[in-house]
């Protein structure tokens, strides 16, 4: 993935060009923060919320023939949650009071959008965790790889075929 610093650097920038922006998230499409600035709001629930809709939106738009997903805009009482494409893994989702010119924060957010996704497309895909078979059970390998960074457990779903049998009752 980009380096946590530059599209922490973007979104920064961004809402210094529009100070009506409250709060500003970069995630992955999967829902996972890659970087954010929103005092006040916890990240986490907002990048699976962002994930959620972005399933939807999706959907909208494939069942409507309109095309690939660009953006999403939520208004409420109180302000705009306003969601754009970030290269093809992530998303921008960016806060921002009742009183923005929305017009400007399309303009900004899809411009902070573009540069997002050139970083974050632009980085080097991470490497697959090795697995370990035992006893027929796929686990993470539980040595630490060199650069020092825990192993992780890989789903079953992503794991390859096997020629495995199931066991039979003896």
Do not use: C, W
């Not at 946590?4 to 973007?10: F, P, R, S, T």
């Not at 959620?52 to 939106?57: E, K, M, P």
């Not at 997002?116 to 796929?138: K, N, Q």
């Amino acid at each position: 993935m980009a380096d946590e610093a530059e599209v922490l650097g973007e979104l920064q920038r961004l809402r210094v060009r529009v100070p009506q922006v409250t709060g500003a998230l970069a995630a992955s499409v999967d829902g996972l923060v890659l970087a954010q600035d929103t005092p006040g709001v916890e990240p986490e629930g907002v990048a699976a919320l962002t994930a959620a809709a972005l399933g939807v939106a999706q959907r909208l738009a494939d069942a409507t023939a309109q095309g690939a997903f660009r953006e999403l805009l939520v208004r409420g009482t109180d302000g705009y949650v306003a969601t754009y494409a970030a290269g093809d893994t992530a998303v921008l989702t960016l806060l921002a009071e009742d009183r923005v010119n929305v017009g400007r924060l399309h303009l900004e957010g899809r411009r902070a959008g573009t540069r997002i996704g050139e970083l974050v497309d632009a980085a080097p895909p991470e490497p697959p965790e090795p697995v370990v078979r035992t006893r027929g059970r796929a686990r993470a390998r539980t040595t630490p790889n060199p650069e020092g960074e825990l192993p992780v457990r890989t789903p079953r779903s992503k794991l390859p075929e096997t020629n495995l049998q199931p066991r039979t009752a003896r």
